[in-house]
């Protein structure tokens, strides 16, 4: 990525949301601000939820030529017309989804911390790489990423890479030159003002 062209905004939903309200805020958010992608993450077990909250989304998505993909949940991508998946444990499971999916698919890999589980994902077919938390937080291990793993990745691997997790603006504005995506979810979901708070992040990358 030249270092002049701005990352590119990947949102995550909340991992519970209404669904009578949920769809109309991300809207307001794609309407506001350019968007490359969106993950359903949520949280619940419930495939009917899910399968709901999918069907919704997809809609929002769509018709802003906007791509769905859904955290982990592979057998509802076909189901749901999702334009791929997310998948949570690095590159385990990269090979299976693409095989599954078809090579017209996203599949992503989460990757943590790990530059090594990183390779890993992108020889076994990932389209994209997300590392985090990039921010300090007390989640899992509450280990954070290495923000030379970013700048290593940015000059010598060509698959792009996403950073997400904590983010604040200062953050952003580090790391921009050196990623291609930012990951974007409770970081803005928790404002009021969801579309307001994404558009400091954005300005935050200069």
């Given at each position: 990525?030249?270092?002049?062209?701005?990352?590119q905004?990947?949102?995550?939903?909340p991992?519970d949301f209404?669904?009578?309200?949920?769809?109309?805020t991300?809207?307001?958010?794609?309407d506001?601000?350019p968007v490359?992608?969106?993950?359903?993450?949520?949280?619940t077990r419930?495939?009917?939820?899910?399968a709901?909250?999918a069907?919704?989304?997809r809609e929002?998505t769509?018709?802003?030529?906007?791509?769905?993909v859904?955290d982990?949940h592979l057998?509802?991508?076909?189901r749901?017309?999702?334009?791929?998946?997310?998948l949570?444990?690095?590159?385990?499971?990269v090979?299976?989804?693409r095989?599954a999916?078809?090579?017209?698919?996203i599949?992503g890999s989460?990757?943590?911390?790990?530059?090594?589980?990183?390779?890993?994902?992108?020889?076994?077919?990932?389209?994209?790489?997300?590392?985090?938390?990039?921010g300090a937080?007390?989640?899992d291990t509450g280990a954070?990423?290495?923000l030379?793993?970013?700048?290593?990745w940015?000059k010598v691997?060509e698959?792009?890479?996403?950073?997400e997790?904590?983010l604040?603006?200062?953050?952003?504005?580090?790391?921009?030159?050196?990623?291609?995506?930012f990951?974007?979810?409770?970081?803005?979901?928790?404002?009021?003002?969801a579309a307001?708070?994404?558009?400091r992040?954005?300005?935050a990358?200069?």
């Amino acid at each position: 990525m030249a270092e002049t062209e701005q990352p590119q905004i990947y949102l995550i939903t909340p991992p519970d949301f209404e669904l009578s309200v949920f769809p109309d805020t991300l809207a307001r958010v794609l309407d506001s601000h350019p968007v490359a992608c969106v993950r359903l993450g949520l949280a619940t077990r419930d495939e009917d939820r899910i399968a709901r909250a999918a069907d919704a989304c997809r809609e929002v998505t769509h018709a802003r030529d906007v791509a769905l993909v859904i955290d982990s949940h592979l057998m509802l991508v076909e189901r749901h017309g999702l334009d791929g998946v997310h998948l949570p444990d690095a590159a385990r499971s990269v090979r299976a989804a693409r095989k599954a999916l078809g090579e017209d698919a996203i599949v992503g890999s989460f990757c943590g911390t790990s530059r090594h589980d990183g390779m890993s994902a992108g020889e076994a077919g990932a389209d994209y790489i997300s590392f985090g938390p990039i921010g300090a937080t007390a989640l899992d291990t509450g280990a954070c990423v290495d923000l030379d793993v970013f700048d290593w990745w940015s000059k010598v691997i060509e698959l792009p890479v996403v950073a997400e997790g904590a983010l604040n603006e200062a953050l952003v504005a580090q790391l921009a030159p050196m990623t291609d995506f930012f990951a974007f979810g409770d970081e803005i979901w928790r404002d009021e003002d969801a579309a307001a708070a994404l558009g400091r992040f954005i300005a935050a990358m200069g």
